[in-house]
């Protein structure tokens, strides 16, 4: 196992990268079956590639496991027209990388920093790579979101977010927790309310 500086190179076989992708695109899936997403809505993903291996959080980044979760999610996103935005580490503040487009269509203003595998991770170093525009925004407010490894994603919702449960339990060996988003009720046990907006 080679694993310097916090970054693991330990090199992952071919099966288990393509087994990460298939995970992770199956979460993206189940999620959406439940979700009530639309095209251009926003579904943010936060990844820690440590705890995919088993490995505390923020302790050794990988840049391909990174790439295969990355692979795996933007593509079901793609083919959904959901917009992805992935959440940097706590060591650039949870920003976001998502496409110009959906930074511009929703009014989130660009910060300048380029993630890094130590500093942003390696899901986002790799959507940063991988996406045609991208740009990274401070916060969102997304419609739904896939939490792999514990990441914290509840401050880039709108509100109310409301857990979703799905059959993909982990990715690797993270925890994964998923989210949906829907409007406040509001008028009390009087009101009545919009069973599609549940």
């Given amino acids: 196992m080679m694993q310097k500086a916090g970054i693991n190179e330990t090199l992952m076989n071919k099966e288990e990268l393509d087994a990460l992708k298939e995970q992770a695109g199956q979460a993206v899936r189940e999620l959406l079956d439940v979700a009530k997403m639309k095209p251009g809505d926003i579904l943010v ?41 992935a959440q940097c580490c706590e060591h650039l503040n949870r920003a976001l990388i998502l496409e110009k487009e959906a930074a511009n269509k929703y009014g989130y203003a660009a910060v300048n920093v380029v993630p890094q595998l130590k500093a942003g991770g390696s899901f986002a170093t790799a959507a940063y790579r991988g996406m045609k ?3 990274a925004v401070e916060q969102i407010g ?42 406040k009720f509001i008028g009390g046990v009087r009101a009545d309310y919009d069973k599609e907006m549940l």
């Fill in 142 to 183: 997304a419609h739904g979101g896939i939490d792999i490894g514990d990441t914290l994603i509840g401050m880039h919702l709108r509100q109310v977010a409301v857990p979703v449960r799905i059959a993909t339990k982990k990715i690797g060996e993270a925890h994964v927790v998923c989210a949906r988003v829907r409007p």
């Fill in 45 to 85: 993903v936060g990844c820690s590639s440590s705890e995919i291996v088993s490995s505390r959080i923020g302790s050794y980044s990988s840049k391909e496991i990174g790439e295969a979760v990355y692979q795996g999610i933007g593509r079901e996103c793609e083919k959904n027209q959901i917009f992805l935005a």
């Fill in 133 to 135: 525009e991208p740009v």
